[in-house]
Nanobody, 119 residues
Framework: QAQLVESGGGLVEPGGSLRLSCVVSGFTLDEYDIGWFREVSGNEREAVSC????????NYADSVRGRFTISKDYAKNTVFLQMNSLKPEDTAVYFC????????????WGQGTQVTVSS
């Protein structure tokens, strides 16, 4: 059974950085494309970034391009989201999920990790 567990969220000041981790089990990172999503309470879940299983190609939402970097470590079965130059509008619950073809539709989901950007 596919499982994903996020960690690394927290409180950070504007301009700061955080690195989120998504540890997967029940499958390997060369089997599924993995996406990061975020949700602000009461709003739709937004696709943030994705990395493909085949060649590690990546994509990003316009709102985070140039600030966030997605990567993966096969040995650790982990996908990372490095978030730099954080803004208050990045505040959200961040989820990782399998995202076939990186089209922004999650399949198997983690439980989420809270990121708060505030001074």
């Amino acid at each position: 059974q596919a499982q994903l567990v996020e960690s690394g969220g927290g409180l950070v000041e504007p301009g700061g950085s955080l690195r989120l981790s998504c540890v997967v089990s029940g499958f390997t990172l060369d089997e599924y494309d993995i996406g990061w999503f975020r949700e602000v309470s009461g709003n739709e879940r937004e696709a943030v970034s994705c990395i493909t299983s085949s060649d590690g190609s990546t994509n990003y939402a316009d709102s985070v391009r140039g600030r966030f970097t997605i990567s993966k470590d096969y040995a650790k079965n982990t996908v990372f989201l490095q978030m730099n130059s954080l803004k208050p509008e990045d505040t959200a619950v961040y989820f990782c999920a399998t995202d076939p073809a990186c089209i922004g539709l999650g399949d198997y989901w983690g439980q989420g990790t809270q990121v708060t950007v505030s001074s």
